[in-house]
Nanobody, 125 residues
Framework: QVQLVESGGGLVQAGGSLRLSCVAS????????MGWFRQAPGKEREFVAV????????SYADSVKGRFTISRDNPKNTVYLQMNSLKPEDTAVYYC??????????????????WGQGTQVTVSS
């Protein structure tokens, strides 16, 4: 059974930093892109960042570009999201996800098949 488990969320003041982790189990994702998405109350789930299977390519939403960094450690089956200069508008539940199709590199949440349970990030002003 495939599981993605996020951790690292919490409450932080504006301007602070958090590092999210997502550990995958049940299969290896070393040949799969991995993505981070977020959903704020009353809003749709939105793309945050994606990293290719090798880690050589990354893409970010404009709203987080220059502040967030996605990375991965394939031997540990883990993907990370380093979040710096956090803003109150970054408050949301953050999810990691993976598409079933190998090498699929996309920011479209509908292309992702496996999802974690989410971790809450709250940024106070």
């Amino acid at each position: 059974q495939v599981q993605l488990v996020e951790s690292g969320g919490g409450l932080v003041q504006a301007g602070g930093s958090l590092r999210l982790s997502c550990v995958a189990s049940g299969r290896t994702f070393s040949n799969h892109a991995m993505g981070w998405f977020r959903q704020a109350p009353g809003k749709e789930r939105e793309f945050v960042a994606v990293i290719s299977w090798s880690g050589s390519s990354t893409s970010y939403a404009d709203s987080v570009k220059g502040r967030f960094t996605i990375s991965r450690d394939n031997p540990k089956n883990t993907v990370y999201l380093q979040m710096n200069s956090l803003k109150p508008e970054d408050t949301a539940v953050y999810y990691c996800a993976a598409p079933k199709r190998v090498y699929k590199y996309t920011s479209d949440p509908y292309e992702y098949d496996y999802w974690g349970q989410g971790t809450q990030v709250t940024v106070s002003s």
